[in-house]
């Protein structure tokens, strides 16, 4: 099992949750995070004053796969969250040990 | 006999109640359209303090401070209302001893004659309509005086020192300076020939000026200006800004204290300088900045409100477009660029808004009234001599609130002082003051 971790620009959401969903994928958790890449963040300016918001809006998406399933989950993420210019995000995969559902008690690839 | 003799009685009681009231409508000097458009007035510029200059405000502060500007412009209208009832409007509006042509302790302040509003009942009048709403109507504008201050100090002062700043404020500096200009002959700048149909002086230069002063002694907000201080709800600024468009026809039509020619023609003007001076400050920041702002159109519409403020009795409308443009550049200026290379901390702008504003709006009424289709000079003054009235009363006017606010602000330091600790500052003044927070989402 693998946690696919995507930071994706925040108005590609409802696209990449389409694309999971055909690519098999059963569930997955969405958390409003702000941070910084290549992109940096942007300025304000209020009256003359000038702030610079360092920290740039982002979507993260948290899903759990089987292992058969990593490449092609990474190809439905890239194919619709890129748009070609700078602070499209990233995919991030990392292993996951163990995994229950806790209505049933089923573990492993049972529990995605 | 009996239900006919109550009949009688009735009747005669009736009689009785109606004769007074016919030889008053013979008698009095009440004119029921004045009337009706001066209660209407009294209304809107109410209206513009809260909501509008509260929400106006509100908007531009960070999210902790949300609730204390909205409590502060809350309470100074209460505080206000009391204090215009006690001896506020005698001081502003009693004329005894004063005399056209002649300075007395009379020209700089009005007699105890209207304290506690003596005389004031319903048979009284100021021109064609009661005295109650000519009352009523100057209240409004005692408490949007120093409801305007608030801006300059906003997000570090404490509440108790704010609310003995504004009884001293008001007392001292409002009330003598709204004698000065317009409690009639023998008043120092009505004698002078200073025009300010409806508060260019005594309102926004007035404040805007005690609100340089109290940023300056109270001292910058803690990492001001090297930290970010976002306006937390821009749209509330904007709803407020527009609250205060609408009630500013009540401001300065009403001003004509009747619903006349002047009326309607500071209605015009009014709303020239107004949408001139929104697209000037809008302008002037695409121009600098690249992009048009929000809060740039919203403040350069209130600048424009407040320049045209003196000038809406004697101002054609091209004069009105003038200031318009004066008004939206210059205060665009003096909030941003000046602003910046003072490094003073008048955290909303009274004084690049309300004292620029004010000061460009007293000079070019003097202009405008002359010529620019305006009103006219009054017979035998030059339009050189009424600008330089108009110079003397600015100058004046800066000096007494400067110097005022200046010494009341100090005393107050002393004896409780003025700003809250450093930790209440962080924490913002909702929690810190009022245990309360304006926003739980």
Not at chain 1, 70 to 86: L, M, N, P, R
Not at chain 2, 81 to 92: F, M, N, Q, R
Not at chain 2, 201 to 220: M, Q, R, S, Y
């Amino acid at each position: 099992m693998k946690l696919i971790t995507a930071i994706i620009k925040p108005f590609k959401l409802e696209d990449v949750r389409q694309a999971l969903g055909e690519a098999g994928v059963q569930g997955l958790t969405v958390t409003e995070v702000k941070g910084f890449g290549r992109q940096k963040g942007h300025t304000e300016l209020y009256r003359g004053a000038e702030y610079s918001v360092d920290f740039v809006p982002k979507t993260k998406i948290e899903a759990a796969v089987a292992d058969a399933l990593v490449e092609q989950v990474i190809e439905a993420i890239i194919g619709v969250a890129a748009t070609g210019s700078i602070g499209d995000g990233k995919v991030f995969v990392t292993d996951l040990s163990q995994a229950v559902r806790i209505r049933t008690g089923e573990t492993g690839d049972q529990a995605l | 006999m009996k239900p006919i003799k109550n009949l009688a009685v009735a009747c005669s009681a009736v009689v009785a109640t109606m004769l007074p009231a016919v030889v008053l409508a013979q008698d009095s000097p009440l004119d029921t359209g004045d009337t009706a458009w001066m209660l209407t007035a009294t209304a809107l510029v109410l209206m513009m303090t809260v909501p509008g200059l509260s929400l106006f405000y509100a908007g531009m502060v960070r999210s902790k401070n949300v609730l204390s500007v909205m409590m502060q412009c809350f309470a100074i209208t209460g505080l206000m209302t009391v204090l215009w009832t006690l001896i506020g409007y005698s001081i502003a509006f009693d004329t005894t001893g004063m005399e056209a042509g002649t300075v007395n302790f009379n020209s700089f302040f009005g007699g105890m004659g209207k304290a506690f509003l003596a005389g004031v009942t319903l048979e009284a009048y100021t021109g064609t309509i009661p005295e109650p709403v000519f009352v009523t109507f100057q209240m409004t504008f005692a408490i949007i005086t120093p409801a305007l201050i608030v801006g300059a100090f906003a997000e570090r002062m404490k509440f108790s020192a704010m609310l003995v700043f504004m009884t001293a404020w008001l007392l001292l500096v409002y009330a003598p300076i709204a004698h000065m200009v317009w409690s009639g002959d023998g008043g120092l700048m009505w004698d002078w020939g200073v025009l300010d149909f409806a508060g260019g002086t005594v309102v926004h230069i007035n404040a805007g000026i005690a609100g340089l002063v109290a940023c300056l002694v109270l001292g910058k907000r803690k990492g001001y200006p090297s930290t970010a201080m976002p306006p937390n709800n821009l749209g509330y600024t904007i709803i407020g800004a527009a609250l205060l468009w609408v009630g500013w026809f009540g401001f300065n039509a009403g001003s004509a204290v009747a619903a006349n020619e002047t009326a309607g023609m500071a209605m015009l003007v009014t709303q020239i300088a107004t949408g001139t001076a929104a697209l000037g400050w809008m302008f002037s920041e695409w121009v600098a900045h690249g992009k048009p702002s929000v809060l740039g159109i919203a403040s350069g519409a209130v600048a424009g409100l407040v320049a045209i403020t003196p000038a809406s009795g004697t101002a054609g409308p091209m004069g009105a477009l003038l200031i318009g443009v004066a008004a939206g550049v210059g205060c665009y200026l003096a909030s941003t660029k000046l602003k910046r290379a003072l490094g003073y901390d008048d955290s909303l702008d009274v004084f690049g808004v309300h004292a620029v504003g004010g000061i460009i709006g007293a000079i070019l009424t003097g202009l405008c009234a002359g010529t620019l289709g305006g009103a006219g000079l009054a017979e035998g003054v030059t339009l050189g001599g009424q600008i330089f009235t108009q110079f003397k009363g600015v100058l004046f006017t800066v000096v007494y609130t400067g110097i005022l606010s200046y010494v009341i602000l100090k005393v107050i330091d002393v004896v409780i002082g003025l700003r809250v600790t450093e930790e209440q500052e962080s924490q913002g003044l909702d929690l810190a003051l009022h245990d309360e927070r304006g926003y739980i989402l």
